[in-house]
């Protein structure tokens, strides 16, 4: 099924019973992970709000949740600037924390919430992504939960946005690549 969001077209790269899936598979590997452990779920906005809450219901762990806002985008393009909008209000010091992405593609963000999650000496950092562009990646961190490796194209739904658009679509769309860059000449 394809779609449209304002000027751009979209096309269903995950199906909402895929993704459920594999929430609950992380949800699992996250619980034995983290067996007696008390954790801070803590999610990026606005992009991880739907996965940060399906995976929360997944873990069987005692829990807290809370959020930070960064900026990064501007349309489908990263600026290569991190903005923190929301800042931490949670106290991490000697907390296992897990940072809850939408996606990770140039890992920017990441490396700045590890350095600013660092700084409050929590007992350990883990990062917990539904989607992963691993040929967009610059870091050498590793991601710890990764829901999918996708390549490296833009997607809405389930969280995700195009300029506001997309993010309660149960789905996962990519952009649609157009019919005449996909026709060779004979």
């Known amino acids: 099924m394809n779609m449209t969001l304002k000027d751009k077209n979209f096309e269903v790269y995950l ?6 899936k594999r ?14 452990k008390e954790v801070v779920v803590l999610g990026v906005l606005n992009g991880s709000f739907v ?5 929360c219901r997944e873990i069987n762990l005692p829990l807290i949740c809370t959020f930070i806002k960064l900026s990064s985008y501007d349309g489908t393009m990263t600026t290569g600037q991190v903005r923190s909008i929301l800042g931490l209000d ?3 010091k000697g907390k296992n924390v897990i940072i809850v992405e939408d996606i990770v593609d140039t890992g920017i963000s990441i490396e700045y919430l590890l350095k600013t999650i660092s700084d409050h000496h929590p007992e350990s950092i883990a990062i917990a992504t539904l989607l992963f562009k691993p040929e967009a990646f610059r870091f050498k961190y590793a991601i710890d939960y990764v829901g999918f490796e996708i390549p490296n194209k833009f997607v809405v739904g389930y969280g995700l946005d195009y300029d506001g ?7 996962i769309y990519q952009l649609s690549t157009p019919l005449i860059n996909s026709i060779k000449n004979v």
């Not at 199906?15 to 459920?20: A, G, I, T």
């Not at 996965?51 to 995976?55: E, K, R, S, T």
């Open 15 to 20: 199906s909402r019973s895929e993704v459920k």
């Open 23 to 36: 929430i609950h598979q992380l949800g699992e590997q996250i619980t034995r992970d983290f067996q007696n």
């Open 51 to 55: 996965f940060m809450a399906d995976l």
């Open 90 to 92: 949670s106290d991490l």
């Open 165 to 171: 658009l997309g993010r309660n679509l149960p789905d």
